[in-house]
């Protein structure tokens, strides 16, 4: 079965409004999950990095305001696109590693 | 610059054809990984390669990383259209996973 699950698959929503993206470890306690992007056959880019109990640490040139992580618990993070537009429309993926990385089922975003 | 470079980057062949990917870099790593993607999901984890010169063999697809543990390939025998699908190399430099630039292969029926 699945070790991280991500919520929802698909979602679609109107420009200027704001989408959480879940993410759940299921039979582990994450204290750090990361948060990639995808643009179609490219590889993942990560985003940033989700730390329970404190702050997500972005990589350059990602917007922290706009992309927000909130890791409130060990099995639980959230990335919350804020004033979504159309450019943000993407394939968004989380993931919870130790030796090697689990991957969430990503969340196909839809901006109209 | 990218940590791990992924050669070809696309790669269209017929059924039945073999193929290679490659994972090159120019840092050592303690452990690389194969992952494979299909369209709308997740990464899979499909192997892990440790030691410096260690083949691995999952059915038709055959893993080796280098002996000095800087690079990988990835071998698929007489490939099938369900190995269609975006082929990505990682490697874990501490707490943070790499990937490589990923290999998007499409095999013809």
């Known amino acids: 079965g699945a070790v991280v699950s991500q919520h929802p698959s698909r979602v679609i929503c109107k420009s200027g409004t704001s989408v959480k993206i879940e993410c759940r470890s299921l039979?582990?306690?994450?204290?750090?999950m990361f948060w990639y992007r995808q643009f179609p056959k490219q590889s993942l880019m990560l985003m940033a990095t989700?730390?329970?109990?404190?702050?997500?640490?972005?990589e350059q040139g990602v917007e922290k305001d706009k992309f927000l992580i909130n890791h409130a618990s060990l099995t639980l993070s959230t990335l919350t696109v804020t004033s979504a537009h159309p450019e943000d429309s993407s394939f968004y993926i989380c993931s919870a590693s130790g030796v090697v990385a689990f991957f969430g089922q990503g969340t196909r975003l839809t901006v109209v | 610059t990218q940590l791990l470079e992924q050669s070809p980057q696309f790669l269209s062949i017929q059924e039945g054809e073999n193929l290679t990917v490659y994972c090159n870099s120019s840092s050592v790593f303690s452990s690389l990984q194969w992952y494979r993607q299909e369209p709308g999901e997740g990464p899979v984890l499909l192997v892990t390669?440790?030691?410096?010169?260690e083949v691995k063999k999952l059915k038709r697809l055959t893993f080796q990383f280098g002996d000095a543990r800087k690079d990988s390939s990835l071998h698929i025998t007489a490939a099938q259209p369900g190995d269609t699908g975006l082929y990505l190399c990682?490697?874990?430099?501490?707490?943070?996973?790499?990937f490589g630039t990923g290999t998007s292969l499409t095999v013809i029926p």
């Open positions: 039979d582990f306690q994450a204290t750090t």
């Open positions: 990682a490697a874990n430099t501490g707490n943070q996973f790499y």
């Open positions: 390669v440790v030691t410096g010169g």
């Open positions: 989700s730390n329970e109990g404190s702050k997500a640490t972005y």
